[in-house]
T-cell receptor
């Protein structure tokens, strides 16, 4: 099992540019989460999907952020336009949506730096 | 979801048991206690969870008090690789998976 795959692992961009982060969940998992981690705010949930449908996007900072899950094996988080305050590590996680107590498996993260 | 309180940091000697406390005095009957950890520069990793009974797996043991207002995560023989931030999270059973991470406890295992 390859685990949750995220790409790129590192991204450096300039303010105003569009940034797209990608995530491939573990095969068979049907719930996917996007988190952001900064020193100031810690680990925050941005949005999550069940069976490719967005369930809760209340953590998405503003309209510059958007997330999609076109199929069960792929999700994107897009920032347009990017700003320096978006600099953070972005994690994707997946789990099996069945019963209680099913843990989330996290990817290695994408470290985003916006100059 | 109930709020949790954890010490900011703890030290433990290598080979000794690490006991990490968590207070969740407002926990309700249908809320589980979860523990995750995050080793530096990696994504969080699930450790263990429980509802009422004590739980044990290959990584750790979880001791929940009878009133469920607090719990302790026990790493029986801590190694240097257990140095990490440990998060205690309380989640409702009807919730579809949303985890709210606090600041956690930074555990430093020393040789």
């Amino acid at each position: 099992d390859a685990g949750v795959i995220q790409s790129p692992r590192h991204e450096v961009t300039e303010m105003g540019q569009e940034v797209t982060l990608r995530c491939k969940p573990i095969s068979g998992h049907n719930s996917l989460f996007w988190y952001r981690q900064t020193m100031m705010r810690g680990l925050e949930l941005l949005i999550y999907f069940n069976n490719n449908v967005p369930i809760d996007d209340s953590g998405m900072p503003e309209d510059r952020f958007s997330a999609k899950m076109p199929n069960a094996s792929f999700s994107t988080l897009k920032i347009q336009p990017s700003e320096p305050r978006d600099s953070a590590v972005y994690f994707c996680a997946s789990r099996i949506l069945a019963g209680e107590g099913n843990e989330q498996f996290f990817g290695p993260g994408t470290r985003l730096t916006v100059l | 979801d109930a709020k949790t309180t954890q010490p900011t940091s703890m030290d433990c000697a290598e080979g000794r048991a690490a006991n990490l406390p968590c207070n969740h005095s407002t926990i309700s009957g249908n809320e589980y206690v979860y523990w995750y950890r995050q080793i530096h520069s990696q994504g969080p990793q699930y450790i263990i969870h429980g509802l009422k009974n004590n739980e044990t797996n290959e990584m750790a043991s979880l001791i929940i008090t009878e009133d469920r207002k607090s719990s302790t995560l026990i790493l029986p023989h801590a190694t240097l690789r257990d140095t990490a931030v440990y998060y205690c999270i309380v989640r409702r059973t009807i919730n579809t998976g949303k985890l709210i991470f606090g600041q956690g406890t930074t555990l430093q295992v020393k040789p």
